[in-house]
Every structure is written in C-alpha cells, then in structure tokens.
C-alpha cells in the first residue's frame, strides 16, 4: 500500500466551473476525512466518512460542496459554481477507527480558481 | 467546545539547538488524543507523534518528544537537536471525531 493517494495534484479551473477530486485511502482504513487548508492556516474540516456512510459534514460547506464514498473505498469531493474563494488545497486523510489512531495524509490538490 | 492554540506564528533556532513548539487545548472530554504534525513547504502533512489521555508517560519518537501536562492542558512538542531538515510548519492537532487543529508554527531553522 503506497498509502493515501489524491488525485489531480493540481488543478486551475475558471470561476463558475464544477471540479472533482478523488482520494484512495490507505486500504484497511475505514474513515476517510476531508479538509481544506488555504495559506497560512491549519487544516479547516469539511466532512469524513465511516465506511460509505457520510457522519459528519462541517457548517461551513456550502451546498456547492458534495463528498461520496459509495462503496467504502475511494471518495470523491465536488465543489459546483466554483468561486474565487474556493482556492486553496484539499487534503483528504484516512484512519482506522478510534480516539488514538493518526490519521494518514494525502498530498493534496491544490485548487486554482480564476 | 474542542479548541487548539498555537500561540508561536514563527520560530528561528539555530542548527543542533532543541526547539519548544508550544500547544494548549481545551476540552471536557476526559478522552482524546493529541498529535503533532509537520507540514514542508512540499504540502504533505506528515504525522510526527501521538499522546493519548490517559497514557501515563510523555510519548517520544525518535527525536520528537511530547512534553504532556495535563492539569495545564498542554501538550508542547519538543525536537531534539534540530537539523536544517526539520524547518517546516508545524501543527497540533486533537482528534474529536474528526481532527482539530492549531493555526501552526512555521519553524525555520538556521545553518
């Protein structure tokens, strides 16, 4: 397992356009997170997933915003109608369940909204 | 509420010098879990150390060690002997159902 792996590292998109990103887990892991961290700043949650089930979504997630996990292995993060505001990097995570286990980071996908 | 405080934005220490990266919490949990990452310029963040509540002793990795104090609510991060390598932001982070995190510490340090 080459652990968790996201997909475009990149990407530049003009204003109004929907984007996808895709994350694969470290595989016996069965909670995958989303974040999104802009320059400068910690990590700000976006919602996570048990298995395929979506527990927790964050009050900031606009309706733009949709994550699936639909068969509790790979997950996908759309952002519709894309705003400026929306650049920033995502990074998506994974961890086995329970208080005491780290959670293993993807290397992002950095958005470019213009 | 579940809160992190980072309260060093920036930190310049000389090669071969141990650094203090300070961290506070606040929780009413009596169970959770603390972590510290690091993050180079690169993007990655990467998983440096974990103490748990209830553990008894200051978690150690290597040369990153936990300095906890729980009645304080602290969990400061503590490099032993810095290398050039180890510049990068730091974040401390507390595992409620999903992470909280610190505004960081960017740590730079001098050859």
């Known amino acids: 397992d080459t652990g968790v792996s996201q997909d475009p590292r990149h990407k530049i998109t003009k204003r109004g356009q929907n984007v996808t990103f895709r994350c694969d887990p470290i595989s016996e892991h069965n909670r995958l997170y989303w974040y999104r961290q802009t320059l400068g700043q910690g990590p700000e949650f976006l919602t996570y997933f048990q298995n395929e089930a979506q527990l927790e979504k964050s009050r900031l997630l606009s309706d733009r915003f949709s994550a699936e996990r639909p068969k509790g292995s790979f997950s996908t993060l759309e952002i519709q109608r894309t705003e400026q505001g929306d650049s920033a990097m995502y990074l998506c995570?994974?961890?086995?369940?329970?208080?005491?286990?780290?959670?293993?980071f993807g290397q992002g996908t950095r958005l470019t909204v213009v | 509420a579940q809160k992190i405080t980072q309260t060093q934005p920036g930190m310049f220490v000389q090669e071969k010098e141990a650094v203090t990266l300070d961290c506070t919490y606040d929780?009413?949990?009596?169970?959770?879990?603390l972590f510290w990452y690091k993050q180079p310029s690169s993007g990655e963040m990467i998983f440096l150390i974990y103490?748990?509540?209830?553990d008894q002793q200051n978690a150690t990795e290597g040369r990153y060690s936990l300095n906890f104090q729980k009645a304080r609510k602290s969990a400061n991060l503590v490099i032993s002997a810095s290398q050039l390598g180890d510049s990068a932001m730091y974040f401390c982070a507390m595992r409620y159902y999903q992470l909280i995190w610190g505004a960081g510490t960017k740590l730079i340090i001098k050859p």
């Open positions: 103490q748990g509540s209830y």
């Open positions: 995570a994974s961890s086995l369940e329970g208080e005491n286990t780290e959670a293993f």
């Open positions: 929780t009413s949990d009596p169970s959770y879990g």
